[in-house]
């Protein structure tokens, strides 16, 4: 019977499209370490006005799996920092029980 080992999912990479099959080969130390040099800090801001503070704000996108993401309030707005690597991405607010 084979050993299980545990490891983190950075140390994978998922290559291809949705055209292709996909490739899962494991991430060398140093290439982690790259792609991390390369993100950039993105600041999202909510500046307009919310009805109910108590529900807050949230940032989804193509970047988090449209995963509901809490901002923080700060200042009369609501902002949020994500760190992603260099492209395009989609996102929305969920303001007041709404995609904005």
């Known amino acids: 019977m084979g050993q299980a080992q545990s490891q983190r999912q950075d140390d994978y990479a998922i290559e291809g499209s949705s055209n292709e099959p996909v490739i899962i080969r494991e991430v060398k130390p140093a290439e982690r370490a790259e792609n991390e040099a390369r993100l950039i ?20 996108g193509s970047f988090n799996n449209w995963q509901r993401q809490p901002m923080k309030f700060c200042d009369n707005e609501y902002i949020e920092s994500v760190d992603l690597m260099p492209g395009k991405y989609e996102f929305k607010f969920f303001v007041d029980g709404e995609w904005k």
């Open 41 to 60: 800090p993105v600041l999202f801001k909510w500046q307009e006005s919310v009805m109910d503070h108590y529900s807050g704000v949230y940032l989804s």
